[in-house]
């Protein structure tokens, strides 16, 4: 479904990323793990669009994402739930999900798809009419999943979700994951908290100082002796 | 009931909740491009200039009844707006904001002086002479009272668009971060074009209702500029509920210490507490807010 070959990628005087490769197949559900720092975030921002890679390719279903206006990425099927969430803090929670829908195909569907996110999150139908800034950091993190929900995307893009949550909403969120995955949608998740994302993938890639430094299945990785020793203190 | 004392009170009060309304008008416009944007047009009050001589041109010259008139100098205006950001801003986006400023800067002295060598520095009015309420011994500009309504009606609506719609839904977005809009399938560049178009709508809306009670002509913009500039610092730039209540406070205190003294001491007493309120609420009146 989606497919990075070789991408070199940074920001002015710096390179972030260095001849990275990546897929991910319809209907998995893959994991980057690494340290901060190693071009995880960057990676996500590529693959939407917010970063122009300064060499390699990357196909979205054979179309070339690199030659698509990042605005139009969206309008493919990937949406992307960027780090720290960042939702539009004065808006209303029904506000930051019409957002979401921005897209024509999106909006003729727009009741549709709020029910539906609704029903994934019955806590966002309580807070509506409630400012995004106000939610809890858990109920931010729906907002900002159920806000990529709305465009019905094909390929979910999630940036440390976990991040800056309590152990409780971490499982929650990772409970979703697995939900989401039940119903059909490709995911593609970047996470620190290693062991519990490895826990609901299918496969993953490590990712240290911009290179890819291994990958497998979950259960390859969990496995691996430089996983553990670095990221699970086994 | 009241003595006359108090009536000539109620009547400044009055006038200056509808000079307020005025004044939240021209801020309004600024306000939103400053909001959305992050640019300040300095031309701003040209834009007004402009539209004042459009309806001068099309109700004296060409006979077009005011109505039309005024709907064709919005829409005028508003291209204006949109022209000004394509031509002037995009290209100046992503330099520092002085560079922004000091191109609206050069647009302004550009469009006075373009306008002394096209129109002359004659001092022109549409002949329209509305007539003064009277209402229990009170005085109100009939002028005044159509302005207020026109200014109150164009900022409902403008309020309608940016809370029911998609595109108004994306103007308050960008206006709270910008750089995700890509991830919502928005076009930044379409948003702050469409924008523009509203602000420079709203600088001709005003035009249609100053022209009943300013002359036009090339330097009728230095009327209103400090005036429109110093509402939206004092509301907090950018934020238009501060800008609408600082235009209020402004009017009253011009037009009830005008009661007093003359107008010119309102004016004085207005930018005073201007200076004065600057120490204490730098970030604009409702900062705290926020």
Not at chain 1, 119 to 139: D, H, K, N, V, W
């Amino acid at each position: 479904m989606l497919q990075l070959t070789s991408v070199d990628a940074g920001y002015s005087g710096f390179q972030a990323l260095f001849d990275v490769s990546l897929e991910v197949r319809a209907g998995e559900a893959v994991a980057v793990i690494g340290p901060n720092g190693a071009g995880k975030t960057t990676l996500m921002r590529v693959i939407s669009g917010l970063i122009r890679p300064t060499r390699g390719t990357i196909l979205l279903e054979g179309a070339d994402l690199l030659r698509t206006p990042a605005h139009r990425i969206l309008e493919l099927g990937i949406a992307h739930v960027p780090e720290n969430r960042r939702l539009f803090a004065r808006m209303t929670v029904e506000d930051n999900l019409r957002m979401g829908a921005f897209i024509p195909s999106a909006r003729v569907k727009f009741r549709e798809r709020l029910a539906s996110v609704y029903e994934l999150f019955p806590r966002l139908r309580e807070r509506r009419r409630q400012a995004a800034g106000t939610l809890s950091g858990g109920e931010q993190q729906m907002c900002a999943i159920g806000r990529a929900m709305m465009s019905e995307p094909k390929l979910l893009l999630l940036d440390e979700p976990s991040a800056g949550l309590a152990p409780v909403i971490v499982q929650q969120v990772f409970g979703l994951v697995e939900r989401l995955r039940a119903s059909g949608l490709t995911v593609l998740i970047v996470e620190q908290n290693v062991r519990q994302v490895l826990h609901v993938v299918d496969r993953a890639y490590l990712l240290e100082a911009g290179t890819v430094r291994s990958s497998g299945t979950a259960d390859e990785l969990l496995r691996s002796d430089t996983i553990n020793q670095a990221y699970l203190g086994i | 009931m009241f003595g006359i004392f108090d009536v000539y009170l109620l009547e400044a009060v009055i006038n200056g909740i509808l000079l307020g309304g005025v004044f939240a008008l021209l801020a309004l416009g600024l306000n939103l491009v400053f909001g959305v944007i992050d640019v300040v047009w300095i031309c701003y009050a040209e834009l007004i200039m402009l539209g004042m001589y459009g309806m001068y041109f099309l109700y004296v010259a060409y006979h077009v009844p005011f109505v039309l008139a005024a709907l064709i100098s919005i829409a005028g205006v508003g291209a204006l707006g949109g022209l000004l950001h394509v031509l002037v801003i995009q290209p100046l986006l992503g330099t520092a904001p002085i560079n922004q400023l000091l191109a609206t800067g050069g647009v302004l002295f550009f469009l006075q002086s373009a306008a002394t060598v096209m129109f002359g520095i004659d001092f022109r009015n549409l002949g329209i002479r509305l007539p003064v309420l009277e209402l229990s011994g009170m005085y109100i500009s009939y002028a005044r009272l159509l302005a207020f309504a026109a200014a109150l009606i164009g900022m409902v609506a403008l309020y309608l668009f940016l809370a029911r719609s998609y595109t108004g839904a994306a103007i308050r977005a960008v206006a709270q971060d910008r750089q995700i809009m890509p991830l919502m399938g928005v076009d930044t560049r379409r948003i702050y074009i469409t924008t523009s178009l509203i602000a420079g709508g709203l600088a001709g809306l005003a035009a249609c209702l100053l022209v009943l009670q300013y002359d036009v002509q090339p330097f009728v913009g230095l009327t209103f500029a400090p005036i429109t500039f110093l509402i939206c610092v004092l509301g907090g730039l950018g934020d238009m509920i501060g800008g609408f209540v600082a235009a209020f406070l402004f009017a009253e205190i011009i037009s009830v210490a005008g009661l007093y003294l003359d107008l010119e001491w309102g004016y004085v007493f207005a930018f005073g507490f201007f200076v004065v309120l600057m120490f204490f609420r730098p970030q604009g009146l409702l900062a705290r807010r926020r």
